[in-house]
């Protein structure tokens, strides 16, 4: 409960207000302890001190270092000794030399190193008063080339913080709503190295950088004075130095920072920091149900999130709205147990006997949700916004118009150069010794100026996630041949236009679009490859109208790179993709089928001396067996679909086994027997995801969210469902749909934009930095930081975790909207 009632109260009401709460409660919040031995807690304050090491790929994720979530609220991270202001994503991170939580005399201490620079600064966490102190320790002088850089930096998240007051050394401020702080340029031999050498920032040839000034400076700082649930103090003998990180890269947050003294040893630097603890405070129940609504003869369950803390009420009310506003109850549902999962306790409600066709909302204590509508098709419309608007914002190599606004211009007309030999990229891609192709480092290589998704947020085409995306287009187009027309796509001038048919289905003008730079690997370099990117950081973290990425004239110097690389895995995975796209395209577009099905069939020749023991082999010979009907691809499957799965962990095997059903039609009458124990063994880990947590699915990711194997646990419970519903029924997709939907931890708002009542705010796509959406993506979903805590925030659209988009996780979605409606023809 909040009690902001104190501000507005005589103060005689404020001092009966407070009688009551003195015999209600304890006088002060706690202390911070060490709780489980992993992290202070007391009231409403959650202080983790290195639980979340930085990431040795992604380094610096603003979800490391010292944390503090505040009332449930991540709101404070990367609490470290750092070498920047504001530290960007690619600036240096340290690894950690130790990590010693001690209980008695409850401190947390650690040692972490920046290799680079030889220096090893020691950080040393305690409670102290109403909050903790932060001591920083050196065993050796700073290095001199640091001297004036290192820090002891704490940011706090930008959208937790702005429209509240600042107060410095008892000074009235602000948080700026929008980065107008300062700058300076400093000479690049100044600068301190990023990662793997690499820079963010392009100079233009000028041999300098930026580096933000503070806008704040005292020696106690008072974040948002004015909320109990934000409120930080923070004091020191040392110079606290406050910035606006965003004033370089937009996904920066406030930084509070101290300068580390030169020549000194023992602790050199310390802070008090006092995040309020409010006693008794709890967290409001998070009521989750689906914004899309319910079909009248399906299961209907809210789950209802609860502080640990909480004792749960006896029963929730369902109530029904009518054309006059009026609200009606319609059925009190007794509250169930469930138990706890991570840091929450969770209880149901179950409204399912409840089918009459209506507006709805759910009341539990003091809150009522909002809306939504029990009804016979709810789910005809929900896979649209995907095909209508988020993919062909996605597409590559077009100008993608929607009404008044251009999404963004034809991008990429200088596509691409051979990455030169011996790379490594910082997004995961690397070229070796060779170049395996007919090119040489840096040459220009033509045929890539047509097709291709933006695979996510960034710009680049990612051959793996292609595979995937075609597959499963594929899959929807065989499945239920979606005939919808509501998009224009002009193929020879690169336009696309939302909102117009053209007479052509945009199923399969997406797949004819998506396959282009894959069919292209086969034919120019001679195989598949891992992918196409941009060469430079400065270049990568873009943001705006991609087709401003390049120059779009070949020979510049600024084109993508074509990582031409290969192995068996993608080389699979990639004629799956080519021949299940071939079947689809063969009337309408049959030489471009006909180039896919070509395509294919090198590959898994040019692997035969490579036969990969895995599944991706297997759906291979299973697209290319449809494609051909020729039986050695069939002879491959009969000997070794069943096995390959029997070898296969249960919890691993779910996107094998859908391939293995998808293959029931072209298999023996006796296949359905053999595959039987698997679905069955399926069965059993549906059953244990129902123990594990009340939705029933892998609710939180741990590197990303959990929505795409939420997504593919629903295709293949579609897909079971289809061969054996004695084993695996409509409930088991629905639950799928139901959690994307809203019935899932940490809010109830819907992970796929703009599809249910109410729905994600922000999404991260093209558009990442405007903190808005693109309707029908669907976010990842709920992250973890180690303990217990998870989350996806919808104020701050830039957790890529949390809510980059993926092609991948969309196109799965599309199939399960598809099959949504299956279910209840
Ligand atoms: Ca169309
Ligand atoms: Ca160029």
Redo the contacts with the bound molecule.
Sequence with gaps: MTQHHRYHSPRSLVFAAALTLLSALPVHAQQLRLTGGDYFSTDGVDVMVFNNPYHSFFYDEKRSGIDIIHQGVLTASNGCVRLQPTPEQWDLVPETVSHKIDAKPQTVDVVVDYPDYAFQPEMRVMPEGKGFRVEVILSKPLPQTLEGKAGFNLEFLPSAYWTHSLMVDGQPHYFPRYPNSETETRPNADKVKQVLGYSTYDDRGRGEYISPLPFARGHELVLAPEDDSRRVRITSDSTLLMYDGRVVAQNGWYVVRSLLPAGKTGTVLSWHVEPNAVAGWQRQPNIGFSQVGYEPTQQKQAVIELDRKATPLASATLLRIDATGRRTAVLTMPIRRWGEFKRYQYVTADFSQVAEEGVYCLQYGDQQTNTFPIRRGVYRDVWHPSMDVWFPVQMDHMTVREAYRVWHGEPFKDDCVQAPVNTEHFDNYRQGPETESPFRSLEHIPGFTAGGWFDAGDFDIETPSHDGTLLSMVSTWEEFKPLR?Q???DADKHYTEIHH??G???LL?QIAHGVLPIVAQVEVIGHPCRGITLPTLSEYHHLGDASTETDNTVGTGDERWCFTSHNPHTDYYTAAALAATSRALKSYDPQLSSRCLTAAQKVWRDNADKPLRASVRLQAALELYKATADKAYLRLLRDSMITTLEAMPADRASSTLATALQAVPVMDKGYPKRLRPIVEAFRQLLDDKLRDNPYGVDAVGENWGGNGAVASQGVTAYYAHKYFPDLVGREDVLRVANFLFGCHPDHNKSFVAGVGVRTKNMTYGNTRADFTFIAGGVAPGLLAMKPDYFENKDDWPFYWGQNECTIGLTSEFVFLGNALNKLFE
């Design positions: 027309d998009t224009l796509v048919p053209d052509k289905p945009d003008q």
